[in-house]
């Protein structure tokens, strides 16, 4: 049997892999738990709505780790009321464009986000950025269990952070276990409840004597603070796309067009950020350094406690899809080496409860240093993701059009697409080391930033300079060079009965 592709595997040779206890091709498995895992996703299983994404990604973004992102205009940068927001703003708008790219290539190719980037980077150049994106997912992982259990601990403080850091991990970890199907209902449930948080929060800003007057009253601005304000927001949203195509690719191509995906996907996440952020940015400039404690003297004790356990439900939807995501990467990488293999459920369940204990021991260990490490770590995302972000789209847009022969990404040695697409690794590399004099950390500052007054362009440079390298080089190899459609992949791989 051969691999997905809407067209002959010839170029690939890849025959598909079968796990043990398989049902048989065209007899989709109803189990609970979710049986695929990298495979290509065969129209007669596509189902979904692209106006779900709307909830996956709003619920995403609404929890108290975004709204401790907000606070870090006016704490980190400085910036007052209206340049924090003004920032925040646009940082937003423009990642999550560029994030909410990424959702079309699910329909059309059926496969996980970082098995399409082997059309780019051939089957083992892409191994880095998978890895990579791995260590993203925990970082995630640790930061919103770190706020989470430090908020739950105020509620709850019979059971220490610690305890509320493992419970909160676990209910993830179900979530993720059970997987697609569960993540985006519990995206639509967690929908409702956080726009009702975020409306009674907002209420209670306006309402509370003294709150909103410091706020408005705050007019910081400095250059560098508004640049490196609009890097995390864009950051913020990047950092979705190595996985953003993960919850499309079960949606049928012939519904789920490109438009639909991308705005549904792109109002989801910058509403979902944006406005916790704003409450952030409120919070950082009235009540200190705090804007989680802030929320008990904004609701009160007992209205502050019922929010702050209502926020753990929102971080277990988006600690389910970090878990998620994670193990797709793990299975990624471990099939690049051993391409006729794919995991049952008990293996499957076992790498994503790896992550878990990794992200849990993060967060054990910088639980008390908690925003210096998560500012510093939300900058060394950005200098690895931004220049892979735009290969991507550059090649999926621009180069092949959406045409890839998905065959290719499962076959041994990269079927058309080889194990080293050497120009595309090297921009990157080349791009990475351009953003180097540009960067601005606690630990290191680049000689341009530097003579910027520690303006951070980094961002800047690792988006336009791998665009339009990449789009120099790989438009002239790929000339007259004819790619397989896969717009609605064949039965690629029996969903897994072990």
Known sequence: ???????????????????????????????????????????DERHGRPRDLFAVWFAANISPLTIVSGTIAPLVFGLGLWPGIAAVTLGNLLGGF??????AQGPRLGVPQMIQSRGQFGSH?????TLVVVFMYAGWFASNLVIAGQALHRSVPAVDISGWLVLCGLAGLVVAVVGYDLIHRVGRW???????????????VFMTPGVLERAMNATGFT????????????????????YVSDYTRYMPAHTASRRSTLWFTYWGSVLGSVLPMFLGIVMGIAVADDA??????????????VVLCSFAVIVVHVNSMNLYGTSL??????QTFRHRWLPGRPVRTAL?????????????????????????????????????????????YLVRRGHYDVASFFAPGGGVYGRVNGPAVLVYAVSFALEVPFMHTSAYTGPVAAALGGIDLSWAVGLLIPSVAYWLIARRRTAGVPHSTATAPAPALPQEGS
């Open 190 to 204: 967690a929908t409702v409840l956080t726009l009702s948080l975020l409306a009674l929060c907002a209420v209670r």
């Open 125 to 129: 150049g892409s191994l880095l950025v």
């Open 98 to 103: 560029l994030m909410a790219l990424h959702a």
């Open 223 to 242: 250059v560098s603070g508004f640049v490196g304000m609009t890097a995390i927001g864009i950051l913020l949203q990047i950092t979705y796309a190595p």
């Open 352 to 396: 994503i409860a790896a992550p878990l204990a990794l992200g849990l021991t993060l967060a054990l260990a910088f639980q008390d240093t908690f925003l210096a490490s998560y500012t510093d770590f939300l900058a060394i995302l950005q200098y690895v993701l931004i220049p892979w972000t735009a290969i991507n789209l550059v090649d999926f």
């Open 292 to 305: 989680i404690a802030g929320l008990d003297t904004v609701l009160g004790g007992t209205l502050s406690a």
């Open 1 to 43: 049997m051969d691999h997905p592709a809407s067209g002959p595997a010839d170029s690939a040779g890849a025959e598909a892999p079968r796990p043990a206890g398989a049902a048989a091709p065209g007899a989709p498995d109803r189990r609970l738990v979710e049986g695929r895992t990298i495979d290509a996703v065969p129209e």
């Open 329 to 334: 990467c793990l299975i990624t990488a471990a």
